[in-house]
Every structure is written in structure tokens, then in C-alpha cells.
């Protein structure tokens, strides 16, 4: 089986049975329950005031990961026959609604980056609790 469909079907709705899908869906479960929780406690001042440093690198190593999957989607997608062609068949893969929410979830985080101070659009991060709603179909 080529790299690009496995990779396809891990971040992708796979197979029953299949245990390394499985995995990944919990492992990008917790993160996502984790962040919401962070950014609750964040917002708590004497919390982020003592905790502050960690909350920052907490939410860099997830918006690391939720990056690097979204990327390995875009990547994969193309094993779809939905996504074949490999252009366009990306181009209609993240004009979908669950890749758009996952790329609102991680700009904001990229943002101050280019020069934006969005501090008050932090909340953005919070769309990344949709995407329970596409894990829970496979249970």
C-alpha cells in the first residue's frame, strides 16, 4: 500500500478495526479537549499570571501538531478519488468544511507572525473543538 493512502486512512475516516487510525483520532481528541481547557484556564488572570510561559508552550507544540496534520491531509487527500487530481483535488479537499475549521483554528496562532496583533481573536482556537463532532463518528 503506497504512504499516501496509509497516511490517508490514519487522518481519514479508516477502515473498522483499524488500531493506528484509532490512536491518531484519540491522540487529536485529547489534544483538542486539552486546548479548550487551556485557553478556559488561560483567561482565569492569577492562572495565567503564574502559568502563563507554559500555556504559551503548550499552545505552540498543539498548533505544531494540528499543523503537521493538516498538512499531512492536504498531502494525502489525493488517495481519495474524491481528491484525485492533484491541484484541484486539493483545492476541493480544503474548500470542505472540516479542513476550513481546522485552518481557523490554526492561523490565529501564525498571524502575529506577519505583523497582526489578534490577541483578541484568540477565541479562533475554540473552532478546533468541531472537530470532535467528525471523531465521534468513528465510535
Same mark, same amino acid.
Given at each position: 500500500?503506497?504512504?499516501?493512502?496509509?497516511?490517508?486512512e490514519?487522518?481519514?475516516?479508516?477502515?473498522?478495526g483499524?488500531?493506528?487510525?484509532?490512536?491518531?483520532?484519540?491522540?487529536?481528541?485529547?489534544?483538542?479537549?486539552?486546548?479548550?481547557?487551556?485557553?478556559?484556564?488561560d483567561?482565569?488572570?492569577?492562572?495565567?499570571?503564574?502559568?502563563?510561559?507554559?500555556?504559551?508552550?503548550f499552545?505552540?507544540?498543539?498548533?505544531?501538531?494540528?499543523?503537521?496534520e493538516?498538512?499531512?491531509?492536504?498531502?494525502?487527500?489525493?488517495?481519495?478519488?474524491?481528491?484525485?487530481?492533484?491541484?484541484?483535488?486539493?483545492?476541493?479537499?480544503?474548500?470542505?468544511?472540516?479542513?476550513?475549521?481546522?485552518?481557523?483554528?490554526?492561523?490565529?496562532?501564525? $498571524?502575529?507572525?506577519l505583523?497582526?496583533?489578534?490577541?483578541s481573536?484568540?477565541? $479562533?482556537? $475554540?473552532?478546533?473543538?468541531?472537530?470532535?463532532?467528525?471523531?465521534?463518528?468513528?465510535?
Amino acid at each position: 500500500m503506497p504512504t499516501r493512502t496509509r497516511v490517508w486512512e490514519i487522518v481519514e475516516a479508516a477502515r473498522q478495526g483499524d488500531r493506528a487510525s484509532r490512536v491518531f483520532d484519540i491522540g487529536i481528541l485529547l489534544l483538542i479537549f486539552l486546548n479548550v481547557l487551556a485557553v478556559i484556564l488561560d483567561s482565569v488572570e492569577s492562572i495565567r499570571t503564574r502559568w502563563g510561559p507554559q500555556f504559551d508552550a503548550f499552545e505552540t507544540i498543539s498548533v505544531m501538531v494540528f499543523t503537521l496534520e493538516y498538512a499531512a491531509r492536504i498531502w494525502a487527500c489525493t488517495a481519495d478519488t474524491r481528491f484525485r487530481h492533484p491541484l484541484t483535488g486539493r483545492l476541493r479537499f480544503v474548500t470542505q468544511p472540516m479542513p476550513i475549521i481546522d485552518l481557523l483554528a490554526i492561523v490565529p496562532f501564525y $498571524l502575529p507572525f506577519l505583523g497582526f496583533d489578534l490577541r483578541s481573536l484568540r477565541v $479562533l482556537r $475554540l473552532l478546533r473543538i468541531l472537530r470532535v463532532a467528525k471523531i465521534g463518528r468513528y465510535y
